[in-house]
């Protein structure tokens, strides 16, 4: 992290820590939820700057309150196990996040919440965890369930259900299916692109499945252009050393080799490499496929 990202960070911490001792309101359980909000809201920005660890601590000291002055089956909870699920998915850390993830589920039905934005995003997420673990499989009926349960929504966002589509599209190219998963890309790309113009995180993520839907179509020159983007539009909303770089870069860098491009993706594997090292753990999926092709590339052994 830069000089300039570390007194951000600090700035921001000063910020939470005095919105937290702000909140005195009475009875003692108002000012609890209150407070579980300001959890959630500054571990959000934590989590998209790509401070992993930092923001995983907030959590626990978050839940930990929650519970002892809300009790273990809370909605506010649910936020926070929901939040804690997706750190652990982004540390690989990926058996704790399955637990939060589906803790939260079970009490958003508890309360009767079954169709619900929050339950389509935990849903979301547990298709997530389970295509990140590498099984399509398990994940495609949590992705669709997701979907369904958003479509049966009166009020439902477009945005978040593009999201959704655009997360099952991802499964779809692992599991094969290329012609719906290309069909669901070109509309999503579409929604996104009307929505927030063409330099939109979501918009990143978009062009990086586009990407993997053309290495797996074997149009490596147009992954590599698609993926080229993808990183671009990432940088230019996260910055050049989040985290969320590196699975773009690793795309990126087997579509080079397809290339006989050996240097170049040499180059992105080590800048992959160099983002992730401390961020998550030495046995998250990505972290390890980087240094295992690279080791491949350059004749090391694993």
């Given at each position: 992290?830069?000089?300039?990202?570390?007194?951000?960070?600090?700035?921001?911490?000063?910020?939470?820590?005095?919105?937290?001792t702000?909140?005195?309101?009475?009875?003692?359980?108002?000012?609890?939820?209150?407070?579980?909000?300001?959890?959630?809201?500054?571990?959000?920005?934590?989590?998209?700057?790509?401070?992993?660890s930092?923001?995983?601590?907030?959590?626990?000291?978050g839940?930990?309150?929650?519970?002892?002055?809300?009790?273990?089956?809370?909605?506010e909870?649910?936020?926070?196990?929901?939040?804690?699920?997706?750190?652990?998915?982004?540390?690989?850390?990926?058996n704790?996040?399955?637990r939060?993830?589906?803790?939260?589920?079970?009490?958003?039905?508890?309360?009767?919440?079954?169709?619900?934005?929050?339950?389509?995003?935990?849903?979301?997420?547990l298709?997530?965890?389970?295509?990140?673990?590498?099984?399509?499989?398990?994940?495609?009926?949590?992705?669709?369930?997701?979907?369904?349960?958003?479509?049966?929504?009166?009020?439902?966002?477009?945005?978040?259900?593009?999201?959704?589509?655009?997360a099952?599209?991802?499964?779809l190219?692992?599991?094969?299916?290329?012609?719906?998963?290309?069909?669901?890309?070109?509309?999503?790309?579409?929604?996104?692109d009307?929505?927030?113009g063409?330099?939109?995180?979501?918009?990143a993520?978009?062009?990086?499945?586009?990407?993997?839907l053309?290495?797996?179509?074997?149009?490596?020159?147009?992954?590599?252009?698609?993926?080229?983007?993808?990183?671009?539009?990432?940088?230019?909303?996260?910055?050049?050393?989040?985290?969320d770089?590196?699975?773009?870069?690793?795309?990126l860098a087997?579509?080079?080799?397809?290339?006989?491009?050996?240097?170049?993706?040499?180059?992105?594997?080590?800048?992959?490499?160099?983002?992730?090292?401390?961020?998550?753990?030495?046995?998250?999926?990505?972290?390890?496929?980087?240094?295992?092709?690279?080791?491949?590339?350059?004749?090391?052994?694993?």
């Amino acid at each position: 992290m830069s000089g300039r990202q570390k007194a951000g960070t600090v700035e921001l911490e000063a910020r939470f820590a005095e919105a937290l001792t702000s909140i005195t309101a009475e009875p003692v359980e108002m000012a609890a939820r209150a407070r579980t909000g300001v959890y959630a809201s500054y571990v959000k920005l934590l989590r998209d700057a790509g401070e992993y660890s930092r923001a995983e601590g907030w959590l626990r000291r978050g839940i930990a309150e929650t519970e002892s002055v809300l009790g273990v089956d809370t909605l506010e909870l649910a936020v926070l196990l929901n939040e804690l699920g997706i750190i652990g998915k982004y540390r690989g850390n990926f058996n704790e996040a399955e637990r939060a993830y589906q803790r939260a589920l079970a009490i958003h039905e508890l309360h009767g919440a079954a169709v619900s934005a929050s339950v389509a995003a935990i849903l979301h997420n547990l298709g997530g965890l389970a295509h990140e673990r590498g099984d399509a499989r398990t994940a495609e009926p949590f992705a669709r369930r997701g979907i369904a349960v958003r479509q049966a929504m009166p009020d439902s966002d477009p945005i978040a259900l593009a999201a959704d589509w655009g997360a099952l599209s991802a499964i779809l190219i692992d599991l094969g299916d290329l012609d719906e998963a290309e069909a669901v890309l070109t509309e999503v790309l579409a929604i996104y692109d009307k929505a927030y113009g063409p330099e939109h995180y979501e918009v990143a993520v978009t062009l990086h499945n586009l990407g993997s839907l053309h290495y797996r179509q074997g149009d490596f020159a147009g992954a590599v252009d698609t993926l080229r983007r993808a990183q671009q539009v990432k940088q230019i909303a996260l910055g050049s050393r989040h985290p969320d770089l590196a699975i773009t870069l690793y795309n990126l860098a087997c579509s080079l080799q397809r290339r006989d491009d050996v240097v170049g993706a040499v180059r992105c594997l080590t800048e992959a490499i160099d983002i992730l090292d401390g961020v998550v753990t030495q046995t998250q999926p990505t972290f390890v496929a980087c240094h295992n092709r690279l080791n491949e590339l350059t004749g090391k052994s694993s």
